[in-house]
């Protein structure tokens, strides 16, 4: 069973830096294609954020967030992170990170995390 954590969340002022963190356990961790949503509050969807191969090697993201938000992971540490610069109101959701243990091109997604708040003031 894999489990999924994610922390650093907050409230920020616009302008300004978060990195959120997901804390994976169970089966290798580091065969997973691992991506980040959000879920803008009145929004009954989850947007796609960011996502990231197994080995690192290819990463992807929403034009909404390319040039400021930054995808990656510690296999080592069974932690996929998201830098998240230049935050704008438009930002804030929950996060949610999501894992597809087995690799699908277009990832599909199993497991899913609790979700970690984050709020932009303006």
């Known amino acids: 069973q894999v489990q999924l954590v994610e922390s650093g969340g907050g409230l920020v002022q616009a302008g300004h830096s978060l990195r959120l963190s997901c804390a994976g356990s169970?089966?290798?961790?580091?065969?997973?294609?691992m991506g980040w949503f959000r879920q803008a509050p009145g929004r009954p969807e989850r947007e796609f954020v960011a996502?990231?191969?197994?080995?690192?090697?290819?990463?992807d993201y929403a034009d909404s967030v390319k040039g400021r938000f930054s995808i990656s992971r510690d296999n080592a540490k069974n932690t996929v992170y998201l830098q998240m610069h230049s935050l704008k109101p438009e930002d804030t959701a929950v996060y949610f990170c999501a894992a597809d243990p087995y690799r699908r091109s277009p990832p599909q997604y199993e497991y899913w995390g609790q979700g970690t708040q984050v709020t932009v003031s303006s």
């Open positions: 169970g089966p290798p961790f580091s065969v997973y294609t």
């Open positions: 996502d990231i191969s197994w080995s690192g090697g290819t990463t």
